[in-house]
């Protein structure tokens, strides 16, 4: 019995050996396929032979470089089509005894022969080939690419689905070899190349490497790749390619968009990349805002004018929004949006806009540019597109200015200005102003300017109604048209009184509006603020008749001489009850001005409670229709101190409003609650708020903890 089995078990493997020897031949092309007969005798006798090959070619051996390397290809494609055949011989085995021994198939087995045997005996000499023909093709060397790919597969194929072999047996290798290669280039590069060149370089040769993985490296290996580029390239040479003389700031400079945008696209790969560029790109745009400040200033000094003759407030803002444009492009354009560069220029704004310029602070400079494009654009030299694209700049740049309550104090003073004596001025541009401040601040920045323009259009209706009022009482003042503006209290700016004793052609009129006034309401007192009103006045001089145009203090001093040839200094003052600041102005505007309607004696140019004046019948002028403006007054300070005065009320009611939320709370995280609430509108002083918790505590709106005085409690 013994006898027999080893009897089959030696034909078997004739018949096995016949068949292998066949696959050989056929894998060499020196026979046909199998017949049929041929194909059934090596499925039926195998049923209980285990088979072993070993398929170790000595031409493996032998072979070096790119011979190896396709030899290695071609014994493992052959490989596989001999396992092909062998399990296909073997199926029975694989079907029954391999599950039944729970061994590898007739496929795996032959598989790990190849691998333990052909592969894992030349997997040194491939790596090393195939890093030596990429290195080659760096260089830019031809190389066989379909071959590199084919032999890396067989790294990959290795892993069974996996790529562990790949990554252990060639990638590794290959990256430290990568880092080496490029770490060599840099070095030469960073000295013999500018800025804009080594960073050509440097995108060349990412597009190459990643060129290169779609050719033969695996996909996995983009990733770790290019990061090794980019680290040998960028990382550990990025402040030094930076700070070149062709670096960063040279490309700022000279407005280098194509190569700003290259930057970008190498360094915000990198880790922190983009650090280094936001930091030259912030001290760039600060450096540049410093020297428009500091321009202004010198022309200020040297009383000279820029920018085609505007004043130096309007050509610094003009500047700053110049700026703005062209780095706010930068940003969106070659920096993608990128928040770090947006950050960045954020920064440098806030820092050059919050300085004080001439004396002045940015926040009145950015109002009076604005004044300025509103009253061109009331006078239709500028088209509506343009004045809403001008506004929609102010609002961008208002937004770096911290003091945003300043600046709306001067807008509302300048509106005032705009709306009671410019009559050009334009209510839709107005409107679309306060609506874009609104979106910026808040309703609380622009409720009373709002208040303002509304007050403007109901005193239109008050003045057709006083019209019928006079038509209807016979009440007409002879001689004089009066049109009068009621105004709210609460919305327009707080403007200095006097109790002007009126010519009495003046106290008719205002007689006859109160009238008018008081029949139709009883609960509104009326104050008659002399110092915003205007008239026209008839001067009859020798050469012809001129209208003059002047306020009503110096409409006043005008019709006292219509009794008097000549006045002094202190009749005027004593029959108008003037104050001596204000009826200096007035003298110096009629006599001391470019328009003399008064004579002074002694003629100077200055007012003194000493002089004499008497009318001047002998002015002529090549118009006849002249405004005499008043003096004016720097009220600069005062609205200062008003907005410091408001600041103390926003912060006692935030603080309240922090408290009553909390209950309970600590003095540090209090102050910063409270900067953080007023933050949208000014910048607090952390001292001004310490007083204001000090003055609450005194009030009894708050009350120390007993055991903890830096905790503060709410007072219901």
Known sequence: MVISQIKAMEEGWAIMEDGIAKVKNILEELESQFSSEEYMRLYTYPSRIFYKIYYVNPSLRDKHDEFMLRELVRRWSDHKVMVKWLSRFLSYLDRYFVVRKKIESVKDHGFSCFRDMAYGEVKHKAKDAVIALVNKEREGG??????????????????????????????????????????????QWIFQDSCPDYMLKVEECLKTEKNRVSHYLHSSSETKLLEQVENELLVVYANQLLEKETGCRA???????????RMYRLFHNIPKGLEEVAKIFKEHVHSEGLMAIQMIEDATFNKTEKAGGARGEHALMTTFIELHNKYSAYTTGCFCNNAVLHKALKQAFESFCNQVVCGTSNADHLASYCDYILKKGGSEKISDEAIDESMDKIVKLLAYISDKDLFAEFSRKKLSRRLLFDRNVNDDHERLFLTKLKQQCGGQCTSKMEGMVTDLALAKENQNQFHEYLINNNAAIPGMDLTVNVLTTGFWPTYKTC???????????????????EAKTKHRKLTWIYSLGTCSINGKFDSKTIELVVGTYQGAVLLLFNDAQRLSYSDIKTQLNFEDDDLMRVLHSLSCSKYKILKKDPDSKFVSPN?????????????RRIRIPLPVVDDRKKVIQDVDNDRRYSIDAALVRIMKGRKILGHQQLILECVEMLSHMFKPDVKVIKKRIEDLLARDYLERDAENPNLYKYVA
């Not at 790294?155 to 689905?161: A, I, L």
């Open 611 to 623: 002089d004499y004046f008497e009318f001047n019948s002998k002015f002529t002028d090549k118009m």
């Open 142 to 187: 031809q190389i066989d690419r379909a071959l590199l790919k084919n032999v890396l597969d067989v790294f990959v194929e290795m892993g069974k689905g996996k790529i562990e072999f790949y990554t252990d047996d060639f990638e590794d290798a290959m990256l430290k070899d990568t880092a080496h290669y490029y770490s060599r280039k840099a070095s």
């Open 499 to 517: 109790d002007l004793r009126l010519p009495a052609e003046m106290v008719k009129c205002v007689q006859v509006f109160k009238e008018h006034y």
């Open 251 to 261: 490309l700022l400079r000279d407005d280098k968009v194509d190569e700003l945008s």
